[in-house]
């Protein structure tokens, strides 16, 4: 999400960052610049104008063009901008007696697959959630939330076949409720177009009944410029309280994000970036600014990565690290642990500097298919072999890439990287100038650099 934005802006702000001295013209080359990186992000036309003119109002201040670092203060001021814009902090769910959120939106955002993610993460939170389909147009949405109910363990209401009544069926709904031991009740309601004045009006009647404390609107973050037009009829028929973007995997512009908030003053609460039903996490405004001027974030890094390895074989890995024992089948372990928080370039590009990173990188350096041929030759190995790869020669090379499909340069490739590894693994000096590299210092690659070529090398 955000990519093509982010590159622009660090282009625009690495040329003003390098100039001496700063005008009030080399801010308004930049701004213009900016305005056209948000506009071709999809940001809608009269958020990005307004945008813009709150910057420059800052950024053009004598207090700034004349300081020790203006290219540095601006950089903050934008900053400071599109935080507030995104929404300036994050805003938690209201989750008070009677705890009730309705998912609402257009046909095809993801209402389905958000409310059971969003239900698998209360109740990891120690929450008790229920779901209810009130899908009536769509049969196979009724099936699909009842079997992602049954996958997470939560209990799911499902109206009776062909009802059609959707009042009705949400009393029906409440009544049920009451016989289960819960603390949130989640809703998913049907698909709604754009300009389908009926079903707006069945939403809204469905409010009324309900009142939920939550009303949240699931948007495709890849709608663009639409983004407005539909939050705000939304926003106008329901009141929501909030915005769930889904497949921020799959965007790399991101200008619904910027434009719902600011069109709707409502805030981003969740964010989806994966099919799976653990890629759901809470939106931080002033985390997303960094992730977009290429600052990183490494707190949520951190949380994706506590939320799914195992601690205690993080440590001992760690540990076999520290004291150059590391094997093929430390190897491996790791290489399920980093299979298990998902795609691995969505993980790295929370680090600091990655953007710059990625640009040295082969195409293939992040894909899915090479780990699993690597991971084939690694189980084609006998447990002496993986222990001490040294002795894996000649015969014992031909005997691991027929068993695991692959070719004899694929083995000598990945023996010779890992044997690269280990030994920086073993030097303190190359250890901290990988940490370097990783940490920022994307002009000296040093010898991330090279592994990360190594690993994705097409074959």
Not at 46 to 69: P, Q, W
Not at 316 to 336: H, I
Not at 386 to 413: F, H, L, Q, Y
């Amino acid at each position: 999400m955000f990519q093509s934005l982010a590159d622009s802006l660090d282009k625009t702000f690495r040329n003003l960052r390098g100039v001496g001295k700063i005008s009030e013209s080399n801010v308004t080359d930049a701004l213009r610049e900016i305005r056209l990186a948000l506009l071709e992000a999809d940001v809608e036309f009269s958020i990005a104008r307004d945008f813009i003119n709150r910057i420059k109002e800052k950024a053009v201040g004598v207090d700034v063009l004349k300081s020790i670092k203006p290219g540095e203060q601006i950089v903050k001021i934008f900053h400071d901008e599109l935080a507030e814009l995104l929404g300036g902090d994050n805003t938690p769910l209201d989750l008070n007696p009677p705890a009730r959120i309705l998912l609402c939106g257009l046909n095809g955002a993801g209402k389905t697959t958000t409310s059971a993610k969003l239900a698998y993460r209360l109740k990891k939170e120690g929450r008790r959630p229920v779901l209810i389909a009130l899908d009536l147009y769509r049969p196979a949405a009724i099936d699909q939330l009842a079997t992602l109910a049954k996958q997470i363990d939560v209990p799911c209401f499902t109206p009776s076949a062909n009802e059609k009544n959707l009042v009705k069926v949400a009393k029906e709904a409440l009544a049920w409720v009451e016989t289960q031991d819960h603390t949130v009740v989640i809703f998913d309601t049907a698909g709604r177009q754009e300009l389908d004045e009926a079903l707006i009006v069945e939403l809204k009647e469905l409010c009324q009944f309900l009142k939920p404390k939550e009303i949240l609107l699931v948007a495709d973050s890849a709608s663009g410029q639409q983004a407005v037009s539909v939050a705000t009829r939304f926003h106008e028929a329901v009141g929501i309280s909030g915005i769930i973007l889904t497949k921020l995997d799959g965007d790399a512009r991101g200008g619904a994000a910027l434009s719902m908030r600011a069109a709707t003053g409502k805030p981003i609460k969740y964010i989806g970036e994966g099919e799976k039903i653990d890629q759901l996490g809470e939106f931080h405004p002033v985390r997303m600014a960094d992730r977009i001027l290429g600052m990183g974030d490494i707190v949520g890094m951190v949380e994706q990565v506590a939320d799914k390895i195992n601690e205690a074989d993080a440590m001992r890995s760690a540990q076999r690290m520290a004291e150059g024992k590391f094997d093929f089948t430390d190897f491996l372990d790791q290489m399920k642990m980093i299979q298990n928080m998902g795609p691995l370039e969505g993980l790295l590009g929370l680090l600091p500097g990655f953007s710059k990173i990625k640009k040295q990188l082969p195409a293939n350096a992040f894909d899915g298919k090479k780990m699993k041929r690597t991971e084939a030759i690694v189980l084609s190995m006998t447990k002496d072999e993986r222990r001490r790869p040294e002795i894996i020669r000649g015969s014992r090379r031909k005997r691991i890439a027929e068993g695991s499909g692959t070719n004899m340069k694929e083995v000598n490739d990945l023996l010779k990287q890992f044997g690269q590894m280990r030994e920086m693994m073993r030097s303190p000096n190359k250890m901290r100038g990988m940490m370097k590299a990783m940490s920022g210092g994307a002009e000296d690659m040093g010898d991330l650099g090279n592994m990360m070529r190594g690993f994705g090398k097409k074959k």
